[in-house]
């Protein structure tokens, strides 16, 4: 598998359930990001969880980092219809170029 | 090659100056980024772009402000310098590159405020 990957790839989900997605990578990194993705926008950076945190809390968001395991996860709590969207996790690695990698995303969709 | 360009390697200014801090990406990228990178406290988000006129807050925006009146350029601002606003600044930008997203550094600036 390639540096950041997310899981599952698709997640439906009724309104005001949470939803959960994880994301796996390969190097050390110096931090991990979640960004979200509406449909025709850019990319939203959403959090940032560095290499000494292990959980971090933005609103209805809650990221979890676990170095041990190379996996992050993104919580969603309550979810809302406004929520549909693809979700990335991007690594920043240690070594190489300075350059975040993105995973291939989850499409999170919320239904009424 | 990608190419994120800064106005400055090294700036020296005065406290209570006017600071801008320019950055260019010739890749059509719509996201832009600035952070800045101190000893022991690694890179951190000042502010962040992803459409042009678009800004949003990111860690630390607190003593800066931003301008994003074209898609190839993001501007960093300190309104009055303060000694502690003295730092590597990087800027950034994100874009869609082989069927992945992947964020492309500036070289940096080292600001230096007396």
């Known amino acids: 598998s390639q540096q950041g990957e997310e899981d599952p790839q698709a997640l439906s989900i009724q309104e005001g359930e949470n939803a959960t997605m994880n994301c796996s990578y390969k190097?050390?990194?110096?931090?991990l990001q979640w960004y979200r993705q509406n449909s025709g926008r850019g990319l939203v950076h959403l959090i940032l969880i560095r290499s000494n945190e292990r959980e971090k809390h933005s609103g209805r968001l809650r990221v979890t980092l676990d170095t041990s395991k190379k996996s992050s996860s993104l919580l969603i709590t309550a979810s809302r219809a406004a929520d549909t969207a693809s979700y990335f996790c991007?690594?920043?690695?240690?070594?190489?170029?300075?350059?975040?990698?993105f995973g291939q995303g989850t499409r999170l969709t919320i239904n009424p | 090659d990608v190419k994120v360009t800064q106005s400055s390697r090294y700036l020296v200014k005065r406290t209570g100056e006017k600071v801008f801090l320019e950055c260019v990406q010739d890749?059509?990228?719509?996201?832009m980024f600035w952070y800045r990178q101190d000893p022991g406290l690694g890179l951190r988000l000042i502010y962040f772009?992803?459409?042009?006129?678009?800004?949003e807050k990111g860690d630390i925006p607190e003593g800066y402000s931003v301008s994003r009146e074209k898609k190839e350029r993001f501007s960093l601002i300190l309104e009055s310098a303060s000694t502690n606003q003295t730092s590597m600044y990087l800027c950034?930008?994100?874009?869609?590159?082989?069927?992945?997203?992947?964020?492309?550094f500036g070289p940096g600036t080292r600001l230096t405020v007396t």
């Open positions: 772009s992803y459409d042009v006129k678009m800004k």
């Open positions: 190097t050390s990194i110096n931090n």
């Open positions: 991007a690594t920043k690695i240690i070594q190489g170029a300075q350059k975040l990698v």
């Open positions: 950034a930008c994100l874009g869609e590159t082989l069927g992945r997203y992947e964020q492309y």
């Open positions: 890749m059509d990228h719509e996201n």
